[in-house]
Nanobody, 117 residues
Framework: QVQLVESGGGLVQAGGSLRLSCAAS????????MGWYRQAPGKQRELVAA???????NYADSVKGRFTISADNAKNTVYLQMNSLKPEDTGVYFC???????????WGQGTQVTVSS
């Protein structure tokens, strides 16, 4: 199985920055997608940023130019650098790993991000 553990969430003022981390352990997939999703109160979970083993990267339009996804392969950790945060960025952020070969998703427990005005 795959285990994903998020960290780095918290309370920040509008215009500030946070960096989320996702430490992955367990099974490693050869063909995969890895990324971040978020869920705001009263809204559906949405893709924030993700990448694939082939190097494809995808960002939500609302975060382009402000958020950056990256990975440290040696540490098996994925990051989400969030700059110029807005109150509408508030929500629970989830780390996701998907096996593209088997179509199976694995999720972390989520970390709360709250942006105050």
């Amino acid at each position: 199985q795959v285990q994903l553990v998020e960290s780095g969430g918290g309370l920040v003022q509008a215009g500030g920055s946070l960096r989320l981390s996702c430490a992955a352990s367990g099974k490693i997939f050869s063909v995969f997608a890895m990324g971040w999703y978020r869920q705001a109160p009263g809204k559906q979970r949405e893709l924030v940023a993700a990448f694939t083993n082939a190097g494809t990267t995808n960002y939500a339009d609302s975060v382009k130019g402000r958020f950056t996804i990256s990975a440290d392969n040696a540490k098996n950790t994925v990051y989400l650098q969030m700059n110029s945060l807005k109150p509408e960025d508030t929500g629970v952020y989830f780390c996701n790993r998907r096996s593209l070969a088997y179509g199976r998703d694995y999720w972390g427990q989520g970390t709360q991000v709250t942006v105050s005005s």
